[in-house]
């Protein structure tokens, strides 16, 4: 089970717990966790040179002509130009349906008289005298293709044009004027992280142009997700959501649907592929929760009246600060005003806690995907405990934070700043080498490194951390 290790499952199960999923996270990035673990200084992009090489990398050329041109006709969001560049030029419209040759995720995009049946999970695309489609495919709509363990519970959609279908296509029972997309809240939809990364972003950069003109179509609802995160699906469309898996013997007809969402990079926007960047997201965000603060406070030099915010995100299971009073008062020391959270899955509080501070820390986990309602030029600290955290650290959060025009800061703890310091001698393995105390079996890794250890911060070490994030906010 080596695949079958680390990252995410690093993150808060209070999530999961609801949905009874593990939380786990996607092989390739395990792959990469393990390259780095296993040499320091070979960064994840050898890695993923080296799995490419191996894999697929004879097809890279041709995908990215696809990629790019498949990304052209929806960044338009044109329908009618699509119609017409169609019709000027015939062969553009053999394009293939779907592109499967992204890493990330599979999508297509079917323009033309499309039939969605839920009860068979297929959606047929009647004849046009344009064109003959000629080949069928099969997705699964959620943005985390190579991790298995995520895709499995994923349901499969057909993509059935009427040449290759060998049954006369369904009769519209239900005809839409706008387009739909289809997508799943299964998989690792529980955990905050992915919740982002593998659905909210990539919808966001799926759906933002159609200007709310969009159906959502949800396969593997869960109830509870869609209302935890119903003010982002009810800004992103106008239209109530469809629980496509249970709508019965119904066809649903379409001008337009989009099965699977794009995916660029764990918690970001690629904007050389896309109309919008993360910033645009960040304002969407703040949009739809009604978030006031755009910009972290400006310090002047010798400012007392206004102290900035630290909001420490306090986890309670593990990985928890066991001196938190402490910590509360050194930084109220520096100038702070402090608030101290866990950031639950309450949508109507947490933005709205997290936007309004300048300055968040909190130990590596999910509750630090709430950077996303930071505000700009604010600053994030992130504090790894022992364990070998760096690689993750950097690409769930630190990464994506520089990306958001936040401010980023690591705290590395040490070994006496640990709840290990209890249970085992400075020199033990366990603090040493921990990828070979753990050699990637992820039950002792989770049970040693992650669920039982807290974190008691040395304050005059980390005071310096506190006031440097000061001077980031001059
Ligand atoms: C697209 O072209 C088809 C076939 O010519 C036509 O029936 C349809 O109305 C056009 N759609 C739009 C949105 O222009
Ligand atoms: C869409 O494309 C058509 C044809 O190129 C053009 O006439 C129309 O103005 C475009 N509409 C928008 C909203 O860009
Ligand atoms: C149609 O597309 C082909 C291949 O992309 C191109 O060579 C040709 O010039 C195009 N024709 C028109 C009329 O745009
Ligand atoms: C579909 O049609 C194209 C172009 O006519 C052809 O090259 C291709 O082999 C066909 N694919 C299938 C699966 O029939
Ligand atoms: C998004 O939410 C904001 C705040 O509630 C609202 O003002 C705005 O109209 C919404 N946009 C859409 C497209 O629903
Ligand atoms: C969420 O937080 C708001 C504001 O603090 C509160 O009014 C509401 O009762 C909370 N909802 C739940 C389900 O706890």
Not at 347 to 365: A, F, K, L, W, Y
Not at 422 to 441: G, R, S
Request: include cysteine.
């Amino acid at each position: 089970m080596m695949y079958d290790t680390i990252l995410s499952r690093s993150f808060s199960r209070s999530d999961q717990k609801k949905l009874g999923y593990g939380a786990v996270f996607c092989c390739l990035l395990i792959l990469f966790s393990i390259f780095t673990a296993l040499k320091p200084h070979l960064g994840p992009l050898p890695a993923m040179t080296l799995r490419l090489a191996a894999g697929d990398g004879h097809k890279m050329l041709l995908i990215e002509e696809k990629s790019a041109s498949l990304e052209e006709e929806v960044n338009t969001g044109n329908d009618s130009a699509i119609n017409s560049t169609v019709q000027k030029n015939f062969t553009r419209k053999m394009e293939p349906l779907c592109n499967v040759m992204d890493p990330k995720s599979d999508y297509c995009s079917i323009t033309g008289d499309v039939r969605v049946q839920g009860s068979s999970s297929t959606v047929f695309v009647a004849p046009s005298e344009m064109v003959t489609h000629n080949e069928s495919w099969t997705i699964r709509p959620y943005a985390r293709k190579r991790d298995e363990t995520a895709m499995s519970p994923i349901r499969k959609w057909s993509i059935l044009p009427s040449a290759v279908a060998r049954q006369p296509i369904p009769i519209c029972t239900e005809h839409h004027s706008v387009p739909g997309v289809i997508f799943s809240t299964g998989g690792y939809a529980g955990n905050n992280f992915h919740a982002f990364t593998d659905i909210i972003i990539p919808l966001f950069l799926t759906s933002r142009h159609f200007g709310g003109e969009v159906r959502f179509l949800v396969t593997n609802r869960n109830p509870w997700w869609v209302q935890k995160f119903s003010a982002i699906l009810e800004n992103l469309s106008k239209y109530e959501i469809i629980d496509i898996d249970n709508a019965g013997e119904n066809t649903l007809c379409f001008p337009r649907v989009i099965v699977g969402l794009k995916h660029h990079k764990e918690m970001t926007i690629d904007p050389s592929r896309s109309p919008y960047s993360i910033s645009d997201f960040r304002a969407f965000l703040r949009s739809a929760y009604s978030l006031k603060k755009e910009n972290a406070i400006k310090l002047q030099d010798g400012e007392l009246k206004r102290r900035p915010r630290l909001l420490i995100v306090s986890r309670k299971r593990s990985r928890s600060f066991t001196n938190i009073a402490e910590i509360m008062s050194a930084a109220e020391t520096l100038g702070y005003e402090v608030v101290a959270s866990e950031l639950d899955s309450n949508m109507s509080r947490t933005p709205e806690i997290v936007n309004s501070c300048d300055v968040m820390m909190g130990v590596h986990g999910a509750g630090l995907t709430n950077l996303v309602f930071l505000p700009e030029n604010a600053v994030l600290i992130q504090i790894l405990p022992i364990g070998r955290f760096e690689w993750h650290a950097k690409v769930c959060f630190g990464d994506p934070a520089k990306h958001m025009n936040i401010n980023y800061l690591e705290y590395n703890i040490r070994e006496k700043e640990s709840s290990l310091i209890q249970e085992f001698p400075l020199d033990h393995v366990v603090f040493k080498d921990p990828v070979a105390f753990h050699k990637h079996n992820w039950n002792l890794f989770k049970s040693r490194y992650l669920d039982k250890q807290n974190v008691q911060l040395d304050v005059n070490r980390f005071r310096q951390t506190l006031a440097t994030a000061l001077e980031l906010l001059r």
